[in-house]
């Protein structure tokens, strides 16, 4: 039976699809245990936040440096959604991280022996109060975002 690898997936950066090399998306939630003279007691919610990288070879970063051209500048790049979609077999997953920023880490790195293609890598962080939705379930509550964006 298939299940859903890194091959399955699909990128798509607000209106680019991508092929990347690597991709990492994590989730920060600071909800902690609350305590009563040191007893747990339930739960606060806490803050939360989203982040990743994507590694691209030149051909997908060169993509990359058109959309900054036509925006200005890489630091102009507006905030896009992000849409990761893999399906396999019967199995379908898809994630959506909504204002993601763009910023560029480890734009080169050169290995003289050859044998693997350049990689470039760009961190991004998620801004929107729309955040994270995994097969559609949104992460927040819709009474955390209210108001908000």
Known sequence: MSRIGGKNFDVNLGDLLVHVESCTLDITDN???AQTRGV???YVDGDVSAAG???L???NFGLLIDAARAAGSFRELEAFDSVF???AGNDELRIEAFGCKLKVSSLLSIDPKGGEKTKHKVPFEVTSPDFIRINGVPYLSSTEIEGLG
């Open 31 to 33: 909800s902690k245990v």
């Open 40 to 42: 747990p007691d339930g």
């Open 53 to 55: 990288e994507f590694e």
């Open 57 to 59: 070879d030149s051909t």
């Open 85 to 87: 979609f893999a399906k």
